[in-house]
Every structure is written in structure tokens, then in C-alpha cells.
């Protein structure tokens, strides 16, 4: 029972740490070296951004293919699953019940949805022989090169831009307001510092080492899921799909209410269907071309006993948000309620049904 509590704390403080490291640190010193590189608003948001918002889960995923010769990859791929769900489901449902509803540009949503359908689409067809192959992984990296593209080439994009930043800045009041640990914040903030320096200033080396501590996080986050699963006689993907899901969504989450409450729909909605999209082309993909290269692998085996489910979950959830967003153009807050209790369905399902979705 001793090993089940310092477990179940260890994941606690590691997800905490990760968030103020994150949003701290880590998406700082990515804006100011887009800053330095003169990269438009556009690209940085779709990639050095995105990369920032989805480091936990990216970091998890490689963590999970590295550790015990891959054994428990299935730990990072149901972190980003059950992220993806808590993310259509939660942020937009939590973000319209807080904003008393959301209006949204339905056709740059459309665009958004319509491609993460997509990156669904890929993680089907990736996974339908239960083998991942490195051209396979490598078509995930070049199918968001291809959504950069679209995103840089769209016309109605320019509004959305420019609110980008402000999700970011978001972040850190939004989970003062929620959490109300500004002070503990503060402390591990002050700790990070020493180590990172400011990031606006120090960016290069507070990069290093906000990778090298995502790492390091990650993979504490990866060993303490194992050890807690098996004391609490569950499946790891399981633990992973709930309690690692939401807690690496937590800061997503806290950025979308805040911007929300400002009367940006749009933006909780992108930011939430645009780290979906991320991590299932990046998130999975990038660790198994790693894994690929380094190992000299002419594929890797995934389970996909559940397979169907998952994507069938997938899509349903995102049908259901692009109904919701369709019909009035926007989410009204009886239609959060609605997407909140099918998130509390889902982790019912889960924990009740002992397999992974």
C-alpha cells in the first residue's frame, strides 16, 4: 500500500512540475527563439507552440517506448488517446459552461476538425496490422508538415493568430484561479529559475534544460504509473488514459477557460482540437521514428486488442463537438453540461470495463 501512495504522489508532483515547467520556461524560451528566427506567427503556432503545449505528452510517449524494452509503450499511446477525449470533451465543454457558451468561426473550426479526422483516420490505418513500420511513422511527421501548410495558406487564419499569444499568457492566472496554489507556483518556479534561467534571456540553455527535465519528468511520470497500476491490480494504459490524460491536459485546459472568459471561443476550440491533431500525427509519430532509427527496428508491435474502440471513441467525440458547434454556431453552456457528463461516462467506462480505450 506504501508503494501505491508514493506512487500516486509521485504522478501528482511530477504532473504539477510539468505544467510550471511548460508553461513556465519551456514555451517561453520556444518564443523567443521563433522570435529571433523571424518566424511568422503562423508557424511558430503550429509547430514550436504546439510542440510546448504537447511536450508532456510527447515526452511520456518516448519515455514509455524506451523503457523496459518497449514493454509498456501502450502508456504513452493511451495518454495521448485518453488526452485527446479529455481535451474535445472537457476543454471545449468546461470552457463553455464557464462562459456562459461560445461563439466560433465555424469554417476555421471546420478546417481544424476536419483534419484531426484525419490524423484519426492515419492512426487507424497506422495501426490496423498491430505494426508500425518507419515509413508509417514518418508519414505522421510529413502529414503535419501538410497541416502547417494549410494553416500558413489559409486566409482566415490572420484573426486567429493574433490571439495566439494571448493563450499562453493565459495559462498562468487561469491555474492561479483554479488550483489556488499561487504560492507553492511560485516556489518551484523559483526553483526552476535557478536551474533555467530566464528564459527570455538565457532561451537557448533554458530550452536544454527544459527538455532535459520533461525528459527526466516523464519518465518518473512513466516508472510511478507502472508501480501504481499494479498496486491498484489495473492495467497501465488505463491509469494513463485517466489520470496521466488529464493531468498533462491540465494547463490546455486552464489557458482555453481564461481565453474563454475573454469571449474568444474560436481559440478554446483550436487550442484544444489543434493539440489533438499534434499529438496523434507528432506525439506518436516522432518517438517511433526516433525509436525506429536508433534500434535498427523494421517495425514496432502495438497492441490493438481495443483498437476499434479508441477510434470509434475518437470520432464520435469529435462528432459530437462539431454537431454542438454547427447548429448555432457556437457551444452554449447547456451543451457543455452535455459534453462534461460524457466525459464522466467515459472514465466510468473505462475504470469499470478493466480494458483500454
Do not use: C
Not at 452535455?338 to 470495463?353: E, G, K, N
Request: charged share 10%.
Amino acid at each position: 500500500m506504501g508503494d501505491v501512495f508514493l506512487s500516486l504522489a509521485a504522478i501528482l508532483v511530477s504532473v504539477f512540475v510539468l505544467a510550471i515547467l511548460t508553461d513556465k520556461f519551456f514555451i517561453p524560451s520556444l518564443d523567443e527563439i521563433s522570435r529571433r528566427l523571424k518566424l511568422s506567427d503562423e508557424v511558430a503556432g503550429a509547430s514550436l507552440m504546439a510542440i510546448g503545449s504537447s511536450a508532456p505528452e510527447l515526452a511520456i510517449a518516448l519515455m514509455a517506448l524506451f523503457t523496459a524494452g518497449g514493454a509498456h509503450s501502450d502508456v504513452g499511446i493511451g495518454t495521448i488517446v485518453g488526452s485527446a477525449v479529455f481535451n474535445i470533451l472537457v476543454i471545449t465543454g468546461l470552457s463553455a459552461v464557464v462562459a456562459g457558451g461560445l461563439h466560433i468561426h465555424i469554417f476555421a473550426v471546420g478546417r481544424d476538425i476536419v483534419y484531426y479526422l484525419i490524423s484519426i483516420l492515419y492512426l487507424g490505418l497506422v495501426f490496423f496490422d498491430g505494426h508500425v513500420s518507419l515509413i508509417e511513422a514518418v508519414l505522421g511527421l510529413v502529414g503535419y508538415v501538410v497541416y502547417m501548410v494549410v494553416l500558413i495558406t489559409w486566409k482566415n487564419l490572420a484573426a486567429d493568430a493574433d490571439e495566439a499569444p494571448a493563450a499562453n499568457q493565459a495559462s498562468e492566472p487561469a491555474r492561479a484561479k483554479i488550483a489556488g496554489w499561487h504560492h507553492l507556483e511560485a516556489l518551484v518556479e523559483t526553483i526552476l529559475r535557478r536551474i533555467t534561467g530566464a528564459p527570455d534571456k538565457n532561451f537557448l540553455w533554458a530550452f536544454v534544460v527544459s527538455i532535459a527535465l520533461i525528459v527526466l519528468l516523464s519518465y518518473i511520470l512513466v516508472e510511478a504509473t507502472i508501480i501504481f497500476s499494479a498496486g491498484i491490480g489495473m492495467p497501465p494504459v488505463i491509469v494513463a488514459l485517466t489520470l496521466l490524460a488529464a493531468g498533462t491536459s491540465a494547463p490546455d485546459l486552464m489557458a482555453s477557460v481564461e481565453v474563454a472568459r475573454e469571449g474568444r471561443g474560436g481559440m478554446a476550440v483550436a487550442n484544444a482540437v489543434g493539440s489533438n491533431t499534434f499529438d496523434l500525427l507528432v506525439g506518436l509519430a516522432l518517438p517511433w521514428t526516433i525509436a525506429l532509427s536508433l534500434l535498427g527496428l523494421s517495425g514496432i508491435d502495438v497492441a490493438t486488442g481495443d483498437l476499434w474502440t479508441s477510434i470509434g471513441i475518437l470520432v464520435a467525440t469529435t462528432l459530437v463537438l462539431f454537431g454542438f458547434l454547427w447548429t448555432e454556431r457556437g457551444l452554449s453552456r447547456r451543451e457543455g453540461w452535455a459534453l462534461l457528463l460524457l466525459y464522466a461516462a467515459f472514465v466510468v467506462y473505462t475504470l469499470t470495463s478493466g480494458t483500454a480505450v
